[in-house]
């Protein structure tokens, strides 16, 4: 196995092994937090102005630049294609990015 991409695998098995760590430290905050307060997220009222905004632009900027990158891009699929496989890849980006965003809003 080349030097470079065992170096790379090793990386990437760090990173997903703290990405968990950190969801489980998340996931046990929510709960101290839901059993100290009684709910789980801040009310909306509460929330900054600024994070407001963000938590709406957000989304509407990650579709608009999908739909631009679907239908405009060098990414578009070809003509007769439904889809191909970057855009694809593109997308679950997206949504994954606009699942964070509504995660961060609940928390």
């Not at 990173?15 to 046990?28: A, C, P, R, S, T």
């Not at 709910?39 to 929330?47: A, G, H, M, T, Y």
């Not at 003509?79 to 606009?98: D, K, M, R, W």
Request: aromatic fraction near 18%; avoid cysteine.
């Amino acid at each position: 196995m080349d030097s470079g991409a065992f170096v790379f695998t090793v990386g990437v098995i760090l990173y997903i092994g703290f990405e968990i760590g950190v969801l489980g430290l998340v996931f046990k905050g929510l709960q101290e937090k839901k059993a100290e307060t009684g709910r789980f997220s801040v009310p909306w009222s509460d929330v900054p102005p600024i994070r407001k905004g963000l938590i709406v632009a957000l989304p509407l900027t990650l579709v608009g630049f999908f739909i631009w990158l679907y239908y405009y891009s060098i990414f578009a699929p070809g003509p007769g294609e439904f889809y191909n496989l970057e855009i694809v890849t593109i997308g679950l980006f997206i949504s994954l990015a606009l699942i964070a965003n509504f995660w961060l809003m609940r928390n």
